[in-house]
C-alpha cells in the first residue's frame, strides 16, 4: 500500500489498491512539481528519503486515519531522484464508503506526511540550488520530535 | 560499532551519505556532540534523530549495532 519509487507513479495503480466493493467514493491527490515557488522560477527537483523509515511513517499515518475513519482504505507513493516541472511527486488514494471520509482523510494523509515522513526535496533554480525545509514554517519541532500521537 | 546515515544538505556537508564509528552507550546528545566536533560546518542543534527507523530524543541512549539517522527538517509532497 505503500511505496517510495524512482520511477514515474502510475496514479492508475495507486487507485486500484484501495478499490473496495464497500467504498462509494475515492479520492485522489496528486502532487505535482510546481514551477514558481515566491516568484522563483524551479528548473527541477530532486527528491531524497529515507525509504524503510518513509514507509514506516507512511504505515502510522494509515493507523491514525484507521483510528479517525475505520472504514477508509489509503494508499500512497512517493516518487524519488530527478523530477521535471509538473511530474507527479506523490500520489495518495482513499477510498471510503461516502465522499466526506474520503476527502478528509485524504487531506490529512498530506499533512501528516509533511510532519513525520523523511522525504526532502531540492529545488535547482537557473542560479542555484537549495534543500527545502519546514515547508509548514513551525518553529522546528519544539519537542525535538515530531508527534507521533493523533493530533486532531 | 553505530551507524550513522545522513540526508540532504547534511549528506553534503560531511561529504558521506553513510558512516560507521566505533562509539556505543552514548545519549544522542552526545553523539551530536561528537560529530559536530568531527565536522566544524556541521550544525545539528535542530536536527531530529531517528534509531532504527523510530524517531528519538536527544537523551535516548545509542547501543552497539544501532542505525542512527539524522533528518533535517523534511519537505514531500
Known amino acids: 500500500m505503500f511505496d517510495i519509487t524512482e520511477k514515474p507513479i502510475d496514479v492508475e495503480a495507486v487507485r486500484q ?14 502532487g505535482t512539481v510546481r514551477e514558481l515557488t515566491n516568484g522563483k522560477k524551479t528548473v527541477h527537483l530532486e527528491y531524497q528519503a529515507y525509504p524503510p523509515m518513509a514507509v514506516k511513517m507512511f504505515e502510522q499515518i494509515a493507523k491514525e486515519i484507521h483510528e479517525q475513519w475505520p472504514e477508509a482504505k489509503v494508499a500512497i507513493t512517493h516518487r524519488v531522484g530527478h523530477l521535471a516541472i509538473s511530474d ?3 500520489v495518495i488514494a482513499v477510498s471510503s464508503p461516502h465522499r ?14 509533511k ?7 531540492k529545488e535547482f533554480w537557473e542560479d542555484g540550488s537549495e534543500w527545502i525545509g519546514d515547508q509548514l514554517e513551525n518553529i522546528p519541532y519544539p519537542q525535538g520530535q515530531p508527534s507521533i500521537d493523533k493530533e486532531d | 560499532m553505530i551507524h550513522i546515515l545522513l540526508f540532504a544538505h547534511l549528506q553534503e556537508v ?11 552507550d ?16 556541521l550544525s545539528l542543534q535542530s536536527i531530529m534523530v531517528a534509531i532504527n527507523e523510530e524517531f528519538a530524543t536527544d537523551t535516548t541512549m545509542i547501543q552497539s549495532g544501532d542505525t542512527i539517522a539524522f533528518i533535517p527538517p523534511i519537505s514531500g509532497g
Open chain 1, 88 to 90: 507527479i511527486a506523490v
Open chain 1, 17 to 30: 489498491k484501495v478499490v473496495s466493493r464497500n467504498a462509494g467514493a475515492i479520492t485522489l491527490f496528486i
Open chain 1, 100 to 113: 466526506k471520509m474520503a476527502y478528509q482523510a485524504n487531506e490529512y494523509a498530506i499533512e501528516r506526511m
Open chain 2, 26 to 41: 552514548i545519549t544522542v546528545d552526545q553523539l551530536k556532540a561528537w560529530l559536530e566536533k568531527q565536522y566544524p560546518q
Open chain 1, 115 to 121: 510532519q513525520i515522513v523523511p522525504i526532502w526535496k
Open chain 2, 14 to 24: 560531511v561529504g558521506e551519505s553513510k558512516l560507521s564509528v566505533e562509539l556505543s
